[in-house]
């Protein structure tokens, strides 16, 4: 019966078919077979066959539990070299197969020995490959000369040096005859650890032995140079190749490489590029990429574009890395066209770009303006779900926000948001801040909304924006409810809080609300600065307090407060607008004596308190000099502060010159500047209604939209009837019955209110003050 059972488990193990083997000896035991010796070794033999190392283990250790014995030490010895010869071997497995076949009564030979050496060496265990060796000589047991070579490549490869060293040691005592291969692994060994000298000394040692180097021991020198960045040594190395008549491509791609990492120029690599072609030896793709990249970081466009068609004619394709080079240089250079087609050449690759490439992709289209390309780029990754480096996504949107592209950031945010890719806190707050500039305080109402549920953590400094586009937008309330939810949060409100608020009551005049806000800012231990008095002088100017702006002017001294322009600026507007021009010029004075050189809008708001005082003959003197004496050109505001200076007074013949002066000037009018001449008209003794007819009627020609005002200087300078009869005939009547339901409908308060900002020269921000009676508020 064991016989029959015994003919199957041979033919398995002839085939190495170990679990055909392993099955029909389980059907032996389930008959009754008692196994012995023969049906042992035979499974055995079908381990060895298939390479099994850890089945031959169970099978010996059945053996050994089962006390049979086993003759056939070849089966042991096959193992263990299968062991020894594994990809990934276990130095264990074979270790312990030893170890058996020791306890078997096998007497250790070279090939055992060989077989736990090299099972060492290829896990990388140089250590015990060195103490298998000692026990190999400690048994009288003589390597075989191959081994030598075997353990000198695995020191070189793991660029183990002293291992290296030994092991040449060893053979050399033997006597083992040692080649041009065996010195080259030796400064392998050097090089890979980054030890030139030593490199360099085995090189010499070979030398005096009468061992020629070949191409490939130059290039180990010569990338162990490049390892330390030593460019001369890589160049005397590659000079010394060149004498020895051996040069090959190799040797040109260390030296290449090895520029390359030491920083070496450009035109450097690419004239030994152009030496190798000179001497028939192509370049290959490694060295193409080398000297394309570094032409490409130099900025050599040109050159760069020549190696590609070089390289294409050869059948060499640029690598990724190469094109990003290309990119970012192109892009640095404003050149769109040269980005596009080295983005299109990695298209080409059939390589999906890493998110390195494409952060350099997207950052550099971004920076030449093609946000739309930039964007698709964004799309891919998002697509992709490759994380994209945080410096790419914050180019991106940065530049969206500063070319006001908000509504093509916030598709890039659902993109983000579907990829769940990270959008910085940062780049979140800076688009509330892009809205709140070009949409006002609705758009940034929406987008913080949009934003927080992204994933925004709002910052002191994001409810900051939001609170300074409200007061933008002359809503003192709204910014005041800001104020709340950012309290809300638990965050505390620093200075630049108040300041926006303060900013924000300043805009409409209210200054008690102001000093409010100023106080409690001090209550809360916010340390005001330059901006915060600045805020309260605007305040204090709005409500045309001149004595409330000494007063923060003098504790802002007080407080070491270093005054900028804007706050002579304030200064100045608020002894304007309080009537005291004499004042506004002492302002003026006390600028220059503190080295602050004053600018149009200075002077501008010089110009505008002598117009408020009537002062004309002074406003013209100062315009007079301000070319002459400041080098200060005239903007459309100063004509218009002389044109409403000299209508306030009715001098119809001043402000007309002023405004023909204006135009000459290359100043197109507006309706504000019509509007101060009809007021002109209106003002006049008597008034001046053909004129105000006329002017009427060019300024609709021109197709200036007018203004609530126009309808108010009209109706002052022709009466109701004749102002009726007027819109009747001409083509614009729509237009200004369409301005003047803004003021229609007003009672005598909304009136007052609307002619007082008028004559202040300010804007009405906060409409609903004077708009309250149509409200019903």
Known sequence: AGGFY???????????????????????????????????????????????????LRWCKRMQHAGVSTSEGGLLTQLMWTGGEAEKPSL????????????????????????????????GSMDAAQEWLDAAFAAEVRPPRILFFRLLNTAAELGDLAAAEQVYGRADQLGVFVNTSAYSMLIKAAAKKGDLPSAERWFRRSEEAGVGADAKTFTLLINAAAREQDTEAAERWFRECQRAGVQDERAYRGVIAALSKAGGSAEATERLLLQAAEEGIAPSEFSLNIVMSGLAKAGNLERTEHWFQEGSRLGLAPEVATCKCAIKAAADQGDLPTAERWVRRINATGIQPDAQALTVIISSLAKLGQLGHAGQWFHTACSNRIELEPCAVNNLFNEAIRRDKLAMA???????????????????????????????????????????????????????????????AGDSVLAELWFQRLRSTGKSPDQGTFDALIQSMGRRGDLRAAEQWFERAQAAGAKPGV??????????????????????????????????????????????RAGNPAAAEEF??????ANIAPD???????LQAYALSGEMPAAETLFGRLRADYAVEPTLWTFTMLISGYARLGNVDSAAAWFGLMERSGFTA??????????????????SAELAEELFRQLTARGIVPTAYTRIHLKSALGEQRLERLLASDTAATEVKAASDKVGGLDSAGQIALFKAFVNEQPIRDRSSVLATRAGK
Request: proline share 3%.
């Open 6 to 56: 015994q003919k199957f488990i041979e033919a398995a193990a002839q085939k190495g078919d170990m679990a055909a083997a392993e099955r029909w000896f389980k059907n032996a035991e389930t008959s009754g077979v008692d196994p012995d010796e023969t049906m042992y070794t035979a499974m055995l033999k079908a381990a060895a066959k298939a390479k099994d190392l850890v089945a031959g």
């Open 92 to 123: 264990a497995l074979v270790e312990e197969l030893f170890q058996f076949a020791c306890e078997a009564g096998l007497r250790p030979s070279s090939t055992h020995f060989t077989a736990l050496i090299q099972a060492a060496a290829n896990q």
């Open 410 to 472: 916030q598709a890039w945010l659902d993109d983000a948001q579907q990829a769940r890719m990270a959008v910085s806190n940062e780049v979140l707050a800076a688009l509330v801040q892009g809205a709140a500039r070009r949409g006002g305080i609705s758009a940034a109402e929406a987008l913080f909304h949009q934003a927080c549920l992204r994933g925004l953590q709002p910052t002191v400094e994001t409810f900051n924006v939001l609170i300074k586009a409200a007061a933008k």
């Open 531 to 576: 901006e915060t008095f600045n805020n309260l002088l605007h305040a204090a100017a709005r409500a045309s307090n001149l004595t409330a702006a000494r007063q923060f002017y003098d504790l802002g001294i007080r407080s070491g407060l270093q005054p900028d322009i804007a706050t002579f600026t304030s200064l100045i507007s608020a002894a304007g």
């Open 588 to 593: 003026l004075a006390m600028a220059e004596a």
């Open 600 to 606: 149009v809008v200075v002077y501008n708001t010089l």
């Open 670 to 687: 507006t309706a504000e500047q019509y509007n101060q001449l009809l007021r002109a008209c209106a003002a006049a003794k008597p008034p």
